[in-house]
Structure formats: structure tokens, C-alpha cells
């Protein structure tokens, strides 16, 4: 038998799968319309922000790298995600802070609130819960409550819409149409790749199949950045390999010259590009150069087509096949995805030594 027959038989994949992560990924394009209506409900009055920054961390971060790629030929004022404490210098009264974290309990995020609170910002926040939501709810900040039960990652619906929702409010973005499409396409996209679907007319299953046994790096460009990133991340915290990405054509002026290692540091790792039909004859030339030079050296050159008309659309459907994909390689190596045991020790260790929320309380009763 076939080790990849675990992935066609339904009953001892879920038994692997004890956290369901395949069944969160599966209801993705459901997750998503409700995402759209709770932000909806939401009462958002800001207008005419000189600049939007999203800060997070981890899945909650990778909702605003979504936008920001999505938006960065649409939107006439900059935005940019922090990943850190301490927000950039030029965030002022003038700025709309959209501070997200699952929990509600990510202390780089609730650091960047207590910045963005002491310098008067525009601020909307995203969570299910946590501390994030009860001072929102002090200070009175519009807040986005997200359904709790979820790994932040297989959460990524209730991290991504409900700032397109808020686009919409302030006047960024009204672009209904191109969110729609997404929506149509992730629902189509979800039945070809699901459980129930056999390996061979299964995109997801194929590749997972492909990169079991390497270490697989992911290769975007432009509007993929944000998706190359959430790939590594996924076969990071579902799959438990390493994993690295890339972009084009960055990656030409200085990785690409690590592929003249010797086949043995080489052998191992595979590369998973990101293709789009639309792609510019430049990037395009720069993906079959790259494709020679590593090809010799590496264990598979695999690529993810992304389906779709539009921009978001391309850029969902590239992510979504990799989740799917991301699962189909936990199982395949009898890993339950779900647990971050790593992280979990992390975060336990590192609220040993931090105390953002005494500092956030004083701030609410400084306001107030």
C-alpha cells in the first residue's frame, strides 16, 4: 500500500487530524462571508488617513500583508503591517492603526496599541477575546469581534476581511467585485482539494505528496509576497518542517547563488513557485532562469498556478491550494497539525519576563 493512501481514505486521516485543521481549512470560503458580515455591523466613522498600519504577529500579521499586497496599486496612502513593540516613528494622530490578534493576547500587539493610544491614533482592532477586546471596549475603539475555537492560522478568513470591510468604511477601497470573485473562487477551489476529492484530481494532495520527504522553499513576486510568507509559515506550523520563501526578482541578486553548493547541502530542499497566468514577461523570463540553475541541485521544482481573474482572487487561490497542502504533508508524516508545542512553551516562558498588560491598564486610567 501506498503511503499516500492515507490522504484518499477519509476515516484514518481524521484520526491523525485530531485537531481538525482540515475541516477548519475545508470551511475557509464559509468563514469568510461571515468575516465580511460581523465587520460590517461594526460602526467605523474615521475618514482621510494619511496612513494605515496593521500590526500582528504570526497568522493575525499575515491579514495585512494580504491587504498591502492586494491594495499597493489601488490604495492612495500607504500601508504597511508592524511586526514588532514598538510602532514606526511617523504614526501619529493622523495614522488609523488596525491592531489584530486572535487572542487578543499577542504582547507585541497590545504593545503597539498602548503606542498607537499615547499618540492619539485612529485605531480599530481585531480579535476573539482577550485583553485586546477589553480595552477596546474601555476606550471606546470600534472593535471587530472574530469567533473564538480557532488555530490563529486556520483563522486567516476573520484576519483578512474584516479589513477589506474596513477599507471599504474609511473610503480606501470599494472594489466589491474583485471580493466577490475571491469568494466564488475559494468555494471552487475548497471542493477540488478536499478530503473527499481523490488524490489524482487533487492539486493539494499531489504537491503535498511531491514535497514529503524535502524542505520546501517558496518563490513569489509582487503580489505573492504575502502569500510566499503564509506558505512557509503553514508548512512551518502544520506540516512541523522547515521552510523558507523568497521573492522575484530580489532573490536573482543574491540567493540564487546559493544553488552552487554542492548537491549534498542541496539535495534535500524542493521549490514550490508561485506562477499567475498574467505574470509580466520579465518575471516570467526570471522564473525559467531561476528553474535551470536550481533544478540540478534540488530534490523537486513543483509550482502552485493561481486560478481567478482578478488580483485577489489569483493571490487567495495560490494560498488556499498551499493550506490544503500544508495539512496533506502533516498527514502524510502522521502529524497532527494542530499543535504548536514550541510556541506554546514560548509564549508560557516569555509572560515570565513581560508585563504589557499593567502598563496598557495604567494608559486606560490615564485616558479615562
Given at each position: 500500500?501506498?503511503?499516500?493512501?492515507?490522504?484518499?481514505?477519509?476515516?484514518?486521516?481524521?484520526?491523525?487530524?485530531?485537531?481538525?485543521?482540515?475541516?477548519?481549512?475545508?470551511?475557509?470560503?464559509?468563514?469568510?462571508?461571515?468575516?465580511?458580515?460581523?465587520?460590517?455591523?461594526?460602526?467605523?466613522?474615521?475618514?482621510?488617513?494619511?496612513?494605515?498600519?496593521?500590526?500582528?504577529?504570526?497568522?493575525?500579521?499575515?491579514?495585512?500583508?494580504?491587504?498591502?499586497?492586494?491594495?499597493?496599486?489601488?490604495?492612495?496612502?500607504?500601508?504597511?503591517?508592524?511586526?514588532?513593540?514598538?510602532?514606526?516613528?511617523?504614526?501619529?494622530?493622523?495614522?488609523?492603526?488596525?491592531?489584530?490578534?486572535?487572542?487578543?493576547?499577542t504582547e507585541e500587539t497590545l504593545s503597539a496599541l498602548l503606542h498607537a493610544v499615547k499618540r492619539h491614533c485612529m485605531i480599530v482592532t481585531v480579535s476573539s477575546g482577550g485583553h485586546l477586546r477589553a480595552f477596546s471596549q474601555k476606550l471606546e475603539i470600534p472593535h471587530i469581534q472574530i469567533p473564538e475555537g480557532f488555530a490563529p492560522r486556520a483563522a486567516i478568513a476573520y484576519l483578512f476581511?474584516?479589513?477589506?470591510?474596513?477599507?471599504?468604511?474609511?473610503?480606501?477601497?470599494?472594489?466589491?467585485?474583485?471580493?466577490?470573485?475571491?469568494?466564488?473562487?475559494?468555494?471552487?477551489?475548497?471542493?477540488?482539494?478536499?478530503?473527499?476529492?481523490?488524490?489524482?484530481?487533487?492539486?493539494?494532495?499531489?504537491?503535498?505528496?511531491?514535497?514529503?520527504?524535502?524542505?520546501?522553499?517558496?518563490?513569489?513576486?509582487?503580489?505573492?509576497?504575502?502569500?510566499?510568507?503564509?506558505?512557509?509559515?503553514?508548512?512551518?506550523?502544520?506540516?512541523?518542517?522547515?521552510?523558507?520563501?523568497?521573492?522575484?526578482?530580489?532573490?536573482?541578486?543574491?540567493?540564487?547563488?546559493?544553488?552552487?553548493?554542492?548537491n549534498n547541502l542541496t539535495k534535500n530542499f524542493s521549490i514550490v513557485f508561485l506562477r499567475d497566468p498574467e505574470e509580466p514577461l520579465e518575471i516570467k523570463q526570471r522564473i525559467q532562469v531561476t528553474k535551470q540553475i536550481a533544478s540540478p541541485k534540488v530534490s523537486k521544482i513543483l509550482e502552485i498556478h493561481a486560478l481567478g481573474k482578478k488580483k485577489l482572487a489569483k493571490m487567495l487561490s495560490a494560498q488556499y491550494i498551499g493550506d490544503f497542502a500544508s495539512v496533506y504533508l502533516a498527514l502524510l508524516q502522521g502529524v497532527d497539525p494542530s499543535p504548536t508545542k514550541t510556541i506554546s512553551y514560548l509564549k508560557q516562558e516569555m509572560k515570565k519576563k513581560h508585563d504589557v498588560i499593567s502598563k496598557l491598564e495604567e494608559e486606560v486610567k490615564r485616558v479615562k
Amino acid at each position: 500500500m501506498s503511503k499516500f493512501e492515507v490522504l484518499d481514505k477519509p476515516d484514518d486521516a481524521r484520526k491523525i487530524d485530531r485537531g481538525d485543521m482540515l475541516g477548519f481549512c475545508e470551511r475557509m470560503p464559509e468563514f469568510c462571508r461571515d468575516a465580511l458580515q460581523r465587520a460590517e455591523r461594526v460602526q467605523i466613522a474615521y475618514t482621510q488617513p494619511r496612513n494605515i498600519v496593521i500590526a500582528g504577529m504570526g497568522g493575525s500579521a499575515i491579514g495585512g500583508e494580504l491587504l498591502r499586497d492586494w491594495l499597493n496599486d489601488k490604495a492612495s496612502i500607504p500601508i504597511a503591517v508592524c511586526r514588532d513593540y514598538v510602532l514606526p516613528t511617523y504614526v501619529d494622530e493622523k495614522s488609523l492603526l488596525i491592531a489584530v490578534s486572535y487572542s487578543g493576547e499577542t504582547e507585541e500587539t497590545l504593545s503597539a496599541l498602548l503606542h498607537a493610544v499615547k499618540r492619539h491614533c485612529m485605531i480599530v482592532t481585531v480579535s476573539s477575546g482577550g485583553h485586546l477586546r477589553a480595552f477596546s471596549q474601555k476606550l471606546e475603539i470600534p472593535h471587530i469581534q472574530i469567533p473564538e475555537g480557532f488555530a490563529p492560522r486556520a483563522a486567516i478568513a476573520y484576519l483578512f476581511f474584516p479589513l477589506v470591510t474596513v477599507m471599504e468604511k474609511i473610503g480606501v477601497n470599494k472594489e466589491t467585485d474583485e471580493v466577490e470573485e475571491s469568494l466564488q473562487i475559494l468555494q471552487k477551489t475548497s471542493r477540488e482539494n478536499a478530503l473527499t476529492t481523490p488524490f489524482e484530481k487533487n492539486l493539494a494532495k499531489k504537491l503535498a505528496s511531491e514535497i514529503e520527504g524535502t524542505i520546501p522553499i517558496v518563490y513569489g513576486f509582487r503580489q505573492y509576497s504575502a502569500v510566499a510568507r503564509r506558505l512557509k509559515c503553514q508548512f512551518n506550523e502544520n506540516s512541523k518542517v522547515p521552510s523558507k520563501f523568497d521573492m522575484f526578482s530580489e532573490l536573482n541578486h543574491n540567493e540564487v547563488v546559493g544553488w552552487e553548493a554542492s548537491n549534498n547541502l542541496t539535495k534535500n530542499f524542493s521549490i514550490v513557485f508561485l506562477r499567475d497566468p498574467e505574470e509580466p514577461l520579465e518575471i516570467k523570463q526570471r522564473i525559467q532562469v531561476t528553474k535551470q540553475i536550481a533544478s540540478p541541485k534540488v530534490s523537486k521544482i513543483l509550482e502552485i498556478h493561481a486560478l481567478g481573474k482578478k488580483k485577489l482572487a489569483k493571490m487567495l487561490s495560490a494560498q488556499y491550494i498551499g493550506d490544503f497542502a500544508s495539512v496533506y504533508l502533516a498527514l502524510l508524516q502522521g502529524v497532527d497539525p494542530s499543535p504548536t508545542k514550541t510556541i506554546s512553551y514560548l509564549k508560557q516562558e516569555m509572560k515570565k519576563k513581560h508585563d504589557v498588560i499593567s502598563k496598557l491598564e495604567e494608559e486606560v486610567k490615564r485616558v479615562k
